[in-house]
């Protein structure tokens, strides 16, 4: 650890520690109008360009982007030689696909799946793409904030609320859609993560908001049966199916997911981004009506 709860840096009071990174370390703090989380990257990493131009390039293109369903930036800025950010504090977990031999919250996957589809769409509409779509990257708090701006449920659609604890994290690798910014990885490297890369990044070609479905659709399957479209532990072979193999039908991993989603997945996953859905919202809002009073374990 860089810091103890207690510790002074940069104008925070440092609390408890909340997570560690490769490159960074993130602590519940206080700049003395309330809690916040602030992201310290080490000094070896702050030396380092690469490092730097993420860091920063995260913080620009998240400080942009106001939505109840993405973690909200605040301030950046470098003391003791370390880069710091800080951001919205969500006080909650990761969302995590069920475990072997368990099966899922459906209502809860499909809560989250609607927020960070309507987090993505407004992404989208403000020319930004976020390439590192998955459960990792979706939190989940404990409660949802207090506003009267919650909006009402259709009759498909999840409990608002519930949507409303849902936040999109991480935008380390995140892109405007005309392609402009500093170069963010290495030759050879994959933007992103691998299970849940679609085709065209993979083959370095245009990037755009199909390219975030596609991950999503990745998310949606995890979240549900607990595994990825294709599970596979070989990079190679991994790479090999995301670009070459046809997308699995996740309805017949689980006997009680209906067909028409194993479907909709399927042509989220489509090889050509053309051929899938116009928005990420859409297929979401398709999926939800498909499990609609559907329990596991009836």
Known sequence: MLFRPGDLYAGFTIGSLLGIGGSSEVYLADDGKGPLALKIMNTESSRSELARLRFI????????LSHPNIVQMFAHGE?????WSSHEYID???AKGPLRNTEPDPTLAVAILTGIAHALDYAHI?????LDVKPANMLISRS??????????????????????VKLSDFGTA?????????LVRDGFVVGSLPYAAPELLRGQPVRPATDQYALACAAAELLTGEVP???TNRLKLAEAQVHAAPPDISRRRAWIPSAVGSILRKCL????HARYSSCAEPIRMIARALRDINPYD
């Open 92 to 94: 909650g977990a990761e």
């Open 57 to 64: 390039h995260e913080f620009e293109i998240a400080v942009k």
């Open 144 to 165: 949802a904030p207090e506003t009267d701006e919650v909006p009402e449920a259709g009759p498909h659609d999840p409990d608002p609320k519930l949507v409303a604890r």
């Open 230 to 232: 294709f599970p596979i």
């Open 79 to 83: 003391c003791d030689g370390r880069l």
């Open 175 to 183: 892109r405007p859609l005309d392609g402009v910014g500093p170069k």
């Open 126 to 130: 403000q020319r930004v793409v976020h």
């Open 270 to 273: 489509a090889k050509d981004p």
